[in-house]
């Protein structure tokens, strides 16, 4: 059974850091592009980082300079580290899984975590 498990989300005030993960079981993870979207409230969800099977990563305009993402084939686990967190990052997180299994294309969801940035 596939599963993406996000964590890390939370309260942070304006200028804060917090780290996400994603664990991911149940398909050949190193074979599979990772990314993190996100949705806030009355908003289309929209791709915040996404890093591909050889590790070359593409931004957001809005998170350059400021999230990172990144993964460990080893883990299992994709991860997005986001500093210098704003009021406008509020909004819940998904990770998302694309690839091929079997010669069949797959887009796997995580449930996601909320991250709120407020004093």
């Known amino acids: 059974q596939v599963q993406l498990v996000e964590s890390g989300g939370g309260l942070v005030q304006p200028g804060g850091s917090l780290r996400l993960s994603c664990a991911a079981s149940?398909?050949?993870?190193?074979?599979?592009?990772l990314n993190w979207y996100r949705q806030a409230a009355g908003k289309e969800r929209e791709l915040v980082a996404a890093i591909t099977i050889g590790g070359s990563t593409n931004y957001a305009d809005s998170v350059k300079g400021r999230f990172t993402i990144s993964r460990d084939n080893a883990k299992n686990t994709v991860y997005l580290q986001m500093n210098s967190l704003k009021p406008e990052d509020t909004a819940v997180y998904y990770c998302?899984?694309?690839?091929?299994?079997?010669?069949?294309?797959?887009?796997?969801w995580g449930q996601g975590t909320q991250v709120t940035v407020s004093s």
């Open positions: 149940g398909f050949t993870f190193s074979s599979y592009a």
């Open positions: 998302n899984a694309r690839g091929y299994t079997a010669g069949l294309s797959y887009i796997y």
